[in-house]
T-cell receptor, first 113, second 114 residues
Framework: EAGVTQFPSHSVIEKGQTVTLRCDPI?????LYWYRRVMGKEIKFLLH????????ESGMPNNRFLAERTGGTYSTLKVQPAELEDSGVYFC???????????FGPGTRLLVL | AQKVTQAQTEISVVEKEDVTLDCVYE???????LFWYKQPPSGELVFLIR????DEQNEISGRYSWNFQKSTSSFNFTITASQVVDSAVYFC???????????WGAGTKLIIKP
């Protein structure tokens, strides 16, 4: 069974540009989560989808971040416009149900210059 | 407040030594879940174990063991006879029953020297 996949693995962009991160969850997992770890800080929750609906987006830092999960399959996280402080590793996780363990992808390393 | 503390930033031991990674948590909830994840140099977060607050039995899986003590709010992880492949960053995390986001500790970088 394929695990959670994320694309791209790395992204280097300039301040003010737009970047879109993609996450493909484990097949059949209705629950999808985004987290990020900025340099020197703990991993922080961003948001949680159940199928295509946003269940909890309390961790989204500001309106420059937009997450979507059309059709309840893969999800995208767009940062527009990117700022220097957005640099970090963005992790995606999926789970069969909300109560179940979250399984993580390899992360996308974003560097904003 | 919900909080996870991993006080050990980095631990370095020689191969075959036993090593314990500490995790202390804070929560007001009576129902909660504790997790350990491993992040090898390749970067992905690998799930190791999940424990719910009603199950205080210690868990052993090969060279790995976990000691959950509610009295001290700790969920420590021990690697017996460590190997170089155990080198990684290890994260402890907490989730409470009514919320599905994980609260993470800062991680402990474990270096196993040959």
């Amino acid at each position: 069974e394929a695990g959670v996949t994320q694309f791209p693995s790395h992204s280097v962009i300039e301040k003010g540009q737009t970047v879109t991160l993609r996450c493909d969850p484990i097949s059949g997992h209705d629950n999808l989560y985004w987290y990020r770890r900025v340099m020197g800080k703990e991993i922080k929750f961003l948001l949680h989808f159940v199928k295509e609906s946003k269940q909890d987006e309390s961790g989204m830092p500001n309106n420059r971040f937009l997450a979507e999960r059309t059709g309840g399959t893969y999800s995208t996280l767009k940062v527009q416009p990117a700022e220097l402080e957005d640099s970090g590793v963005y992790f995606c996780a999926s789970g069969l149900t909300e109560q179940e363990t979250q399984y993580f992808g390899p992360g996308t390393r974003l560097l904003v210059l | 407040a919900q909080k996870v503390t991993q006080a050990q930033t980095e631990i370095s031991v020689v191969e075959k030594e036993d090593v314990t990674l500490d995790c202390v948590y804070e929560t007001r909830d009576t129902t909660y879940y504790l997790f350990w994840y491993k992040q090898p140099p390749s970067g992905e977060l690998v799930f190791l174990i999940r424990r719910n607050s009603f199950d205080e039995q210690n868990e052993i899986s090969g060279r790995y063991s976990w000691n959950f003590q509610k009295s001290t709010s700790s969920f420590n992880f021990t690697i017996t006879a460590s190997q170089v492949v155990d080198s990684a960053v290890y994260f402890c995390a907490l989730r409470w029953d009514s919320n599905y986001q994980l609260i993470w500790g800062a991680g402990t970088k474990l270096i196993i020297k040959p």
